[in-house]
T-cell receptor, first 115, second 108 residues
Framework: DSGVTQTPKHLITATGQRVTLRCSPR?????VYWYQQSLDQGLQFLIQ???????AKGNILERFSAQQFPDLHSELNLSSLELGDSALYFC??????????????FGPGTRLTVL | GIQVEQSPPDLILQEGANSTLRCNFS?????LQWFHQNPWGQLINLFY???GTKQNGRLSATTVATERYSLLYISSSQTTDSGVYFC??????????FGAGTILRVKS
C-alpha cells in the first residue's frame, strides 16, 4: 500500500458525460500528479500540482481539468467524454518541493470505461 | 521531449533464473524511476535512481547517467515477479516520461 488513495476504483459512464476522479496523497506529500494509462498511448503524464498550484502540464486535453484543494487532495474532472478516454487513471504523490526531483508513489488507479 | 526505450519488450523466465532489463534515454535525465505493474494493475515504485547503484533484496538497479541508460537486475526470479516493468525519466522536475515497458512472465 503506497498510502495514496483514489476513488472510485471503477467508473462506467456514457459518451458525452462528465466524471470526477478523486485522489488523496500520502500524508505529508505536497505534490500530486495525474497520469493516464491506455493501450494505445501507454502511461502519460497529465498534470502536476504542488501545494495547491499547477506546477507542470503534459498532454492533458482541454476537456480535462484538475485542481488541488487546501487539504491537498486533488480531483481530475473529465468532461464531454469520448470512447477514447477509456483508460486507467493514476494519481501519484511525492514530498515535493517546487523544483527538486523525488520519488513518486502511485495510487491504485481508477479504471474508466466510456460506453 | 525525451524518448524512453525499454528492452526487451517481452521476457519469459523459469523460476529461479536471473534477468536484466534495460532502459535507454534520448537525453540526460535528473529523475529516473523503475516501477513494477502487477497483474492487478497497481504501479509499485522499485527504485528512484537518477545515478549510481541501489539494491533491494533480489532487485538491484544501476544508472549510468553519462551514457543515458539504466539497468534493472532481477535475481532468483519468482512467479510473483511477473508483470510489467517500467522505467520513467524526467529531464527537469517530476514530469515523468514512461517507456513502453517490459512484460515479464515467470513460470514455475
Amino acid at each position: 500500500d503506497s498510502g495514496v488513495t483514489q476513488t472510485p476504483k471503477h467508473l462506467i459512464t456514457a459518451t458525452g458525460q462528465r466524471v470526477t476522479l478523486r485522489c488523496s496523497p500520502r500524508s505529508g506529500d505536497l505534490s500530486v500528479y495525474w497520469y493516464q494509462q491506455s493501450l494505445d498511448q501507454g502511461l502519460q503524464f497529465l498534470i502536476q500540482y504542488y501545494n495547491g498550484e499547477e506546477r507542470a502540464k503534459g498532454n492533458i486535453l482541454e476537456r480535462f481539468s484538475a485542481q488541488q484543494f487546501p487539504d491537498l487532495h486533488s480531483e481530475l474532472n473529465l468532461s464531454s467524454l469520448e470512447l477514447g478516454d477509456s483508460a486507467l487513471y493514476f494519481c501519484a504523490s511525492s514530498v515535493g518541493s517546487r523544483d527538486s526531483t523525488d520519488t513518486q508513489y502511485f495510487g491504485p488507479g481508477t479504471r474508466l470505461t466510456v460506453l | 521531449g525525451i524518448q524512453v526505450e525499454q528492452s526487451p519488450p517481452d521476457l519469459i523466465l523459469q523460476e529461479g533464473a536471473n534477468s536484466t532489463l534495460r532502459c535507454n534515454f534520448s537525453d540526460s535525465v535528473n529523475n529516473l524511476q523503475w516501477f513494477h505493474q502487477n497483474p492487478w494493475g497497481q504501479l509499485i515504485n522499485l527504485f528512484y535512481i537518477p545515478s549510481g547503484t541501489k539494491q533491494n533484496g533480489r532487485l538491484s538497479a544501476t544508472t549510468v547517467a553519462t551514457e543515458r541508460y539504466s539497468l534493472l537486475y532481477i535475481s532468483s526470479s519468482q512467479t510473483t515477479d511477473s508483470g510489467v516493468y517500467f522505467c520513467a525519466g524526467a529531464k527537469y522536475g517530476n514530469k515523468l516520461v514512461f517507456g513502453a515497458g517490459t512484460i515479464l512472465r515467470v513460470k514455475s
